[in-house]
């Protein structure tokens, strides 16, 4: 059971060991593009372009979907990423339960965002946790867990999210068997050490330049690629994907920039005062247009420097 495309490996790992895929679940296709035309689920792609019996139900909680889950006689189901909660009846049907890949070093970041809440909280090391899945969030005993150092303070969401999966693909091809077995006994999480996150929201990614340049830069990449970081300028939303942390801002009273204060500086053409730095911008899209570097955009809107964006 998964859907976006970093969690294909997964199902690929499976494969390559030899085993019986009965079916593959994955979110109904959506709408996509200006002719709003149903898009595929990548996983969906893949499990077509290998023959396998896809299933993509609104719910599982629906009575008929479960019994066409019920009718493969599934020995075990593997999670990453389906985007769907299992009700206890789906994971109390095979008889080796649910397994689970969660890209947090469990019992730290259980819940839906536990990726960009490790880059905001420059937790390292981060990694990912083969679990057991249970009624709980993420409170399943675990299976396997492995470290990964080094990522949080310069990676994205997106690009940690990948190499995550990436290790809970190797996590699941090496634990599969020996669980098939009974060979692996899971330990049960400590949850004295237990912490959560919340589901992102589309304000989350709203810039407040009283913040410092070092938190903003970690929002950024968080929540690259969803809510993202964006300002309004001229009435519309302006996305900035991709700044440094600097110090030094030429503009309008240099030495007393106000937060929000645009300027350029030595080494960079767009910067914005915080509360403590410069964040300075090196890719941006003004809505309706295309994702351009800075120059190129100073090139079309030269009055942007100077000016004061709201936080």
């Known amino acids: 059971m998964g859907s976006p495309s970093y969690v294909v490996g997964v199902l690929e790992a499976i494969l390559t ?10 979110q109904p296709d959506k709408p996509s593009g200006r002719g709003r035309s149903a898009l595929p689920t990548p996983v969906k792609s893949y499990a077509l372009s290998r023959d396998l019996q896809v299933f993509q139900p609104p719910s599982l909680r629906a009575v008929e979907a479960q019994q066409d889950l ?26 080796h339960g649910c ?42 005993p675990i299976l396997a867990a492995r470290e990964l150092w080094g990522w949080t303070s ?37 949850n004295a050490g237990a912490t959560s996150t919340r589901k992102l929201e589309k304000t989350d990614g709203a810039a407040d330049w009283t913040l410092s340049a070092r938190e903003l830069e970690k929002r950024c990449r968080a929540f690259t690629p969803w809510p ?32 929000g204060t645009v300027g350029s500086g030595p080494g960079f053409d767009i910067g914005v005062a915080t509360g403590r730095g410069v964040l300075a911008i090196s890719s ?28």
Request: proline share 8%; aromatic share 6%.
């Open 99 to 140: 397994l689970n890949i969660h890209p947090s070093l469990l019992p730290k970041f259980r819940g839906p965002s536990p990726v960009a809440s490790a880059i905001l909280e420059e937790e390292e090391p981060t990694g990912a946790t083969v679990m057991l899945l249970d009624e709980g969030m993420d409170t399943g």
């Open 228 to 259: 993202g970081l964006y300002t309004t300028w001229g009435g519309k939303t302006l996305k900035v994907l991709s700044a440094q942390v600097v110090d030094d801002i030429k503009g309008p009273e240099q030495s007393e920039n106000r937060h």
């Open 154 to 190: 310069s990676a994205t969401a997106q690009q940690l999210t990948e190499k995550l999966f990436e290790l809970g693909a190797e996590m699941m091809a090496a634990v599969l068997a020996d669980w098939l077995d009974g060979a692996i006994a899971p330990q049960a999480q400590d």
């Open 17 to 26: 060991l030899g085993h019986n895929v009965v079916g593959v679940y994955t």
């Open 70 to 95: 019920a009718l493969l006689e599934p020995d075990l189901v593997v999670v990453a990423a389906y985007g769907k909660l299992l009700p206890t009846s789906v994971l109390e049907l095979p008889p």
């Open 284 to 311: 941006l899209q003004m809505e309706g247009k295309r994702a351009v570097s800075p120059r190129e955009f100073l090139q079309g809107y030269p009055e942007f420097v100077g000016s004061v964006l709201p936080s």
